[in-house]
C-alpha cells in the first residue's frame, strides 16, 4: 500500500514538474503560471469552494471505477450511469413537491437506483454470457446519451431552451444557503459531503465486510470463489450495480448540486475523468477522494491561470495526462523507487564493510 | 576439469527471506546434473539467476572459464544458456514453428515478411537430429503436452543453446512421455549439450542424471554421483532426516457409509458423458483411492460430488442425505472438504493474502466475521495456527501474498486449510502433485490420520503408487466407466495396470 502512495505522489511530481518544462519550452514562467494555478483554486472562500464542488462528481465517478475495479471489473459506463443517474433524479425533483429533506432524499435513491440500473445490464451480461463488460458499457453510454436527448426535451423540456431540462426548484437543490454563504457565493453543495459519506462506506465495505471479501475475491479468481461457495454470477452483479449507483449519485451531485439542469448531447466528462482518479488514487477509496480534490484544484484553477497569463489552459490538461501517464505506468516508477534504494542499501552495505576491513 | 557453468557462493535474498545462500553449483560439459531440494529450497531462484531473470546479491557466475553478468534472459541465450520453465511459454494459437522463431524471425522480402520456409526446415533437421519427433506445422493447442516440452527444447536449440536448464520437466508428463524425455536427454548429451535439471523426483535423478547438487532451505548440501548413492541417501541430504518410503498405517475400520454415489453420469467441458453410470460408496475410517489414467473421468466425479458441474442424471448422498442439486456452500457446510487438483486455478486467490485464503471457505462464520464484518484478528489467529502446525513456509507469514509462496507451500496450505476444517469427507485430488518427499510423506500422514480420525476420504491420484499406498480400497476408471473395485492389500501393480487400460478383472478369478 505505501508503495502505491509513493507512486501515484511520484506521478504528480513528474506530472508538475513536466508541466513546468512544457511552460518553459513556450516561453512562460512556471513559477508565476503555478501560482496563479493555485491561486485560481485556493485563493479565497469562493474559489476554494468551487475547487471544492468541483472535486465532488469526480469523487463519485472515482470511487465507481475503483470499486469495480478491486471486484476484477472495469466500469467504463460511469459517463452513462451518471447521466442517468442525474436524469432520474431530476425527474424526481421535477416532478414531487416535498420538504426538502425528504425530496433530496428520494433524489439521491433514484441517483442509485438509475445509475445502477444502468450497470447492471453490462453485470448481467457479464454474469450470464461472459460479454465483457467494457464493450457493453460503453454500448450503455450511448444509450444513455440517446435516451436523455430524445427524453428531456419529451418530459422534462426547460422554460426557455429546448436543448435543456427544467430548472430545478431550491427544494430539490443540494445548494444550501449555510455552505453557499459560508464560501462567498461559490456552487458548493451538500454532494461533497455525501461523497465523503460514500469515501467511507465504500472503504468499510471493501475493506471490513464479507460482503467485500466475497466480491473481491470473484474478482481475484472467480474459479477459486466458487470452489468456496461464492455466489459467482450474484457477486458480479451486485459488484456492477454498486459501481453504477455510486456513479448515479454523482450524477445527483453533478445535475442537481454543481447545475441545476441537465443539457442534452453531452455524455459529461467526469465519467471517464474516474478512470484517471482511480488510477491516481490507487483504487483506495481514500485515495480516490485525495486524487479527485487534486483533479478539481487543477480544473478550477486553470481558468484563473489562463486569465492572468499567457500560458493556455490546455497547460493544464497536459499536467492531467501526464500524470495520468505516470500514474499508469507505475511499474517505472517502482523500479526507479527500487533501483534509489538498492544504491542507498548498497552504498552502506560497502561502507560497513570497508569498515570492517579497516 | 572443463566446466560449462559455474556458479559461485550465490546469494539471493527476498524481502524477509533469504532464498539462496552461498550456492555453488559446478556443471561439467556433457552432463545431466540433477538439482535436488525441497520446495522452495531455492531451486528455482538460483535457476532465474543463472537465466537472467534475478541478479545475484552476491557471488559469482562463470560460463566456459569466464565470469559473466547475466543481467536478462537474451544475455544467458546469447551465452548459451536455455531455459524450459516448469508452465510452459507458447501462444496455443501458433504453429510449432511461429512458436519457435518467436523474437528472432528470419526475414524475407528486404526485412518484410517472415521466412517460414527457412525456418520450418532448420526445425524439422533439429527435430531429427535430436530425435525429438516434432512436427514444425502443428498448431502448439492441437498436440500433446509432451510434445509442447519438446516445442521448448527446440527453442532452446534453435537459439544454439549449448546449456539447457529444465525446470520440473517430468511433473507434467505420463509414464511412457519421462521414458522419452530421457531418451531425448541422452541424445543432446550425445552431440555436446549439458543438462541442469531441476526435479524432486529421486527415481528420475537415478534414472537419467550423471551428479546431483543438493539444496535444503537456500543452502548447499553437497554434490554427489548419482551411480554410487542411494535414493534414501539423497533423500536425507534433501529434507535433512531418514525419510521413510513406506507409508505405516494400521489396517482400516470402516464405519457408515459417508458417500455414497448412484449410478451418477456427468458432462465434461467438451459436453460429452465423461462419466458414464458411476457408483461408488466410501465409509467412514476408510480411504477409497481412484486410479485411472489421466481424463478417464475422474474430475467429472469430483465436479459433480462437490457441487461445481452439475450432474446429468444420478444421485450423490452424503450421510444418507441426498446433496445432488445443492449448491456448492451446502455441500461444504454439510462437511466436504476439497482438496483441488489445480491449487493455482480452484484452490487459491493468488492475490489474497495466506490469512484471507486459510478462510476462504469459513470467513462467513463465526468467529471469523460477525454479523458480516470481518474479525481480522481472529483470521490471523487461526491462519498462524495453520501456518505453524503444516509449516507453510513464506517471506511474511500470514500477511504473504499467496502468489509469493512455492508451490509446495501453497499446497501444505490449502491441505491445513482443508483438514483443519475436519469434513467428514475429505476428497484429495493429486494432494502431492509437483511436491518432494519430505512433504508427500506429511501428506500422506494426515490423510491417513483423518481416516483414522473416523473419517472418510476420497484421493484420487495419477500416480499409482500413491494410490497403492495410502488406499484402503482403489476404485479404477477407464473410459467415465467403473471397472473394478479392489482391496489395496490383495492387489498388485499390474493387475491395476491392466484394468487402468480397461481390462475387467474376471470375477472369481
Known sequence: ?358 | MDYVVEMLNIRKEFTGIVANDDITLCLKRGEIHALLGENGAGKSTLMSILFGMYQADRGAIKVNGKEVRITNPNVANELGIGMVHQHFKLVEDFTVTENIIMGIEPRKWFGLGIDIKKASKKISELSERYGLNVDPHAKVEDISVGMQQRVEILKTLYRNADVLILDEPTAVLTPQEIEELGRIMKNLIAEGKSIIIITHKLKEIKAFADRCTVIRRGKTIGTVDVAPTSEADMAEMMVGRRVSFKVDKIPSVPGEVVLKVESLSVKNAKKVLGLKNFSLEVRAGEIVGIAGVEGNGQSDLIEAVTGLRKAESGSVFLNGQEITNKSIRERIEAGIGHIPEDRQKRGLVLDYTLAENIVLEVYHREPYSRKGILKDAKIKQYANQIIESYDVRSGEGAASLARSLSGGNQQKAIIGREIERDPILLIAVQPTRGLDVGSIEYIHKRLIGHRDNGKAVLLVSLELQEVMNISDRIAVVNQGELIGLVQASETSENEIGLMMAGVKREEGA
Not at chain 1, 438509475?114 to 444509450?143: Q, R, T, Y
Not at chain 1, 445535475?255 to 459529461?268: C, E, H, K, M, T
Not at chain 1, 490546455?314 to 526507479?336: C, P
Request: hydrophobic share 50%; with cysteine.
Open chain 1, 1 to 358: 500500500m505505501n508503495n502505491k502512495i509513493v507512486v501515484s505522489l511520484f506521478a504528480v511530481v513528474f506530472g508538475l514538474l513536466a508541466g513546468a518544462i512544457l511552460m518553459l519550452v513556450t516561453g512562460h514562467n512556471p513559477i508565476t503560471g503555478y501560482s496563479y494555478l493555485l491561486e485560481g483554486g485556493l485563493k479565497n472562500p469562493e474559489r476554494i469552494g468551487n475547487t471544492l464542488a468541483t472535486a465532488t462528481p469526480l469523487i463519485f465517478s472515482g470511487l465507481s471505477v475503483a470499486f469495480a475495479f478491486r471486484t476484477g471489473l472495469f466500469n467504463i459506463g460511469v459517463a452513462g450511469q451518471l447521466l442517468f443517474g442525474g436524469f432520474c433524479a431530476s425527474a424526481v425533483g421535477l416532478s414531487l413537491d416535498l420538504p426538502k429533506a425528504l425530496l433530496l432524499t428520494l433524489m439521491l435513491l433514484a441517483g442509485f437506483v438509475g445509475g445502477a440500473l444502468w450497470a447492471v445490464v453490462p453485470g448481467f451480461l457479464k454474469a450470464k454470457f461472459n460479454v465483457h463488460e467494457v464493450v457493453s458499457s460503453i454500448m450503455m453510454n450511448w444509450i444513455a446519451y440517446w435516451t436523455i436527448y430524445y427524453a428531456v426535451p419529451a418530459y422534462l423540456k426547460g422554460e426557455f431552451l429546448e436543448t435543456e431540462s427544467k430548472a430545478l426548484p431550491d427544494t430539490a437543490s443540494l445548494k444550501v444557503s449555510f455552505l453557499t454563504e459560508m464560501f462567498d457565493g461559490s456552487y458548493i453543495n451538500l454532494g461533497l459531503f455525501v461523497a465523503v459519506l460514500a469515501t467511507i462506506i465504500i472503504s468499510f465495505i471493501i475493506n471490513k465486510t464479507t460482503f467485500g471479501y466475497e466480491l473481491k475475491a470473484v474478482g481475484h479468481n472467480r474459479h477459486a470463489a466458487e470452489y468456496s461457495g461464492i455466489a459467482v454470477n450474484r457477486s458480479i452483479i451486485l459488484s456492477m450495480a454498486i459501481s453504477g449507483g455510486i456513479a448515479g449519485i454523482g450524477g445527483v451531485a453533478l445535475y442537481a448540486g454543481n447545475a441545476s439542469n441537465i443539457q442534452i448531447g453531452i455524455l459529461p466528462s467526469q465519467g471517464f475523468d474516474g478512470i484517471a482518479v482511480a488510477l491516481l488514487g490507487a483504487n483506495a477509496p481514500v485515495g480516490v477522494l485525495l486524487s479527485a480534490l487534486f483533479f478539481g484544484l487543477l480544473y478550477s484553477g486553470r481558468g484563473f491561470m489562463n486569465a492572468m497569463t499567457d500560458i493556455p489552459p490546455e497547460i493544464a490538461d497536459s499536467i492531467i495526462a501526464i500524470i495520468i501517464y505516470f500514474a499508469a505506468t507505475s511499474i517505472l516508477i517502482e523500479r526507479l523507487v527500487r533501483w534509489l534504494i538498492r544504491r542507498k542499501a548498497n552504498a552502506k552495505s560497502s561502507a560497513e564493510h570497508e569498515g570492517k576491513v579497516k
